[in-house]
């Protein structure tokens, strides 16, 4: 292996730790949110970091099939935090 390599490999890992940190602290947020508002954010928030994992692993291991998977997942992501604030302000989610 390589210098490049072995650094590539260090920052990928840190970048796992830094991101899992980020969803555990999005799940407080999601737990102890005051406010509706705060918890859909949370959620959402949630999906990115869910994204940014995911594109990690596929950039670990080498595999390009998990980047069209983030795709579907922020499609999906988008959607349903769309429906849920629509549905927190109007009560229904279609007129």
Known sequence: ????????????????VVVALAQALSM?????GPTTGDRILALDTMVINAIGLIVLLGMSQGVEIYFEVTLIIAMLGFVSTVALARFVLRGDVIE
């Open 28 to 32: 407080v947020r999601l737990v102890i």
């Open 1 to 16: 292996m390589s210098f490049a390599s072995d650094l590539m490999n260090i920052s990928i890992t840190i970048a796992f």
